[in-house]
């Protein structure tokens, strides 16, 4: 389970499904979130600036293990800087669209049943 976990949120190998994908979203930003309100209240804002770093480390990681899926390189993050439509493209790309089929560049399908260790193929 911890090596899971940080696979998912600090490693940028592999393929990601999307529903993983938007609960690892969802689990990472209420943590960011409960943390920051914890540390603004205990230091000060610029406590808080110790979270970005971590966070942001987080949802790269989870972005390109989703982009791999989609058979994308990470390079696709640069139309993150264009205004609104990046961040739609993102949205699109990255949450409702569908991995693709079988194994590519970078690993095999995480939709794929493995096939059990007593098949005799």
């Not at 920051?36 to 406590?47: E, M, Q």
């Not at 942001?56 to 982009?67: C, D």
């Not at 899926?69 to 264009?82: I, N, Q, T």
């Amino acid at each position: 389970m911890q090596k899971r976990l940080l696979w998912l949120f600090f490693s940028f190998r592999g393929r990601l499904r999307r529903a993983p994908f938007w609960w690892s979203l969802i689990w990472a930003s209420a943590a960011f979130a409960l943390l920051f309100a914890a540390l603004d209240a205990a230091l000060g804002y610029g406590g808080t600036l110790l979270l970005y770093p971590p966070y942001f480390w987080a949802l790269a990681a989870l972005g390109t293990k989703r982009l791999h899926d989609r058979g994308k390189s990470p390079l696709w993050f640069v139309a993150l800087l264009v205004p609104v439509l990046g961040v739609l493209w993102a949205v699109v790309e990255l949450g409702l669209r569908r991995g693709s089929a079988g194994e590519n560049r970078f690993g095999v399908d995480p939709l794929e049943v493995r096939a059990d260790y007593l098949t005799v193929s």
